[in-house]
């Protein structure tokens, strides 16, 4: 107990330091339950030789990343693989890295690549030539797709409540527009987060992207982003990205971006540039889905982070715009809210539409306060927590619901068709 003391202490100067439908539909309407209790969860996990934290994710045509965690630094970084329990007709070998942040000491972080894979395919495997097997799926090729979208899941009562929910519906990809661990400098944090979500994260890749809680940078200290670059490495580099914190990805017809709101956006930036080079290599005939995902949403009739998407927004809308960016998913703001096609403040049919998402289950609770009147462009709103399911059916129509946890029991409270917006020839 005395070390753990000591690294609080030590925590808190820094800190100082750094300070600067269908269902009822009710929308706005709704009085959701009590909070939840935080989940009870161990000060540092209990390590051995056995993989942990294990989660997967995309890694370019036809691959998958495999990530996991050993406190035995003897464990090859290996994982076999292959379509039937407990024979592996392949393996692959990664890299490894690990992370100090104080008085902790993070276990082995091991990233190997596996594939070629093929599509809409179950297979089994091994992390580092010992330990339980685990099996994933790979997404399919074309349509349809579904995806998974949660945002600000943190780990509270709310935060297992939302995955089990997810856990029950059909979904390939699980889409996570930043605040995962909500770990804020206590790094045991993102240990537990880990295993928390390790019975789903190592079945179906996650994407996700930063967000303000996965900085961690203390002034004349520490750099920002380490532990989630450490441990959350996305296919940055076969997208052609010099940063882990924006990157993009193709899966079964649909182009997505994940952008950073917290490294330089601006014209003058690499991101601004990274991201106009991408958009322009996009092909609609092949990918006719275009979908961007940030932490910080653009727009928001909420009291919670009103205008912090400004900037972002003024750098960069008029690409997306032009573009013909079918939909962009937000997180930041702890309430739901969906629009209209929006653009330039006012509605376009050819104008993105835009999803808040950030109710997954934190601890700091929800965002209770919507600006009245409600704007023209928002069409529903509202502050409970949930989880979002994107189905895109094919290359025209997609169909999007939003999940309210209500005792326990997910509710779908909203839900809409979309049509993409090549399909109508808002995209030339």
């Known amino acids: 107990m005395g070390r753990e003391m000591t690294e609080a202490a030590i925590l808190f100067f820094f800190l100082c330091l750094s300070c600067p439908v269908t269902g009822d539909g009710s929308g706005e309407g709704y009085v959701r339950p009590l909070p939840r209790q935080t989940l009870s969860l161990p000060w540092r996990p209990k390590r ?52 100090k942040y104080l008085l902790y000491s993070s276990g082995k972080i091991n990233h190997v690549v596996i594939g070629p894979l093929r599509s809409n395919t179950v297979y089994f495997y091994r992390c580092g030539g010992q330990g339980p097997e685990f099996q994933l799926k790979t997404p399919p090729s074309q349509f349809p797709i579904a995806f998974a979208v949660v945002g600000d899941l943190g780990q509270t009562g709310w935060t297992k409540s939302t995955l089990e929910h997810i856990n029950q519906c059909k979904y390939d990809v699980h889409l996570l527009p930043g605040d995962l661990s909500y770990a804020d400098y206590q790094q045991h944090l993102w240990d537990s987060f880990g295993a928390l979500v390790q019975p789903l994260a190592s079945t179906r890749p996650w994407m996700v992207t930063e967000g303000n809680h996965e900085k961690e940078s203390i002034l004349f200290f520490k750099s920002g982003f380490q532990a989630y670059n ?92 032009a573009a013909g960016v079918d939909i962009f998913i937000a997180g930041h703001v702890h309430a739901y809210e969906r629009t209209t096609r929006v653009h330039n403040g006012g509605f376009d049919p050819c104008g993105l539409m835009h999803i808040t998402i950030g109710d997954g289950g934190n601890r700091e609770g929800l965002a209770q306060r919507f600006y009245n009147p409600k704007p023209e462009w928002s069409v529903f709103r509202e502050a409970s927590f949930g989880h979002g399911e994107l189905k895109i059916v094919n290359s025209t129509h997609a169909f999007w619901s939003w999940h309210r946890n209500d005792d326990d029991e997910s509710v779908k409270s909203d839900e809409v068709w979309i049509n993409s917006l090549y399909s109508i020839g808002c995209v030339r």
């Open 230 to 321: 450490a441990r959350w490495k996305m296919p940055y580099e076969e997208s052609g990205s010099t940063s882990n914190l924006y990157y993009s990805f193709e899966v079964a017809g649909v182009h997505i971006i994940m952008l950073g709101s917290y490294t330089d956006y601006d014209e003058n930036s690499d991101q601004y540039a990274w991201l106009k080079d991408d958009l322009t290599r996009v092909d609609r005939e092949r990918t006719p889905w275009l979908i961007v995902l940030s932490h910080v949403p653009w727009y928001n009739s909420n009291s919670a982070h009103q205008g912090e998407g400004k900037s972002m927004m003024v750098a960069m809308e008029s690409l997306l715009y």
């Open 48 to 99: 051995s030789s056995d993989p942990q934290q294990v989660h997967i994710s995309l890694a370019g045509a036809e691959h998958m990343r495999i990530t996991w965690i050993t406190g035995d630094a003897s464990s090859p970084s290996i994982v076999e693989y292959g379509t039937l329990p407990g024979m592996y007709t392949s393996s692959s070998l990664g890299e490894r890295t690990s992370y």
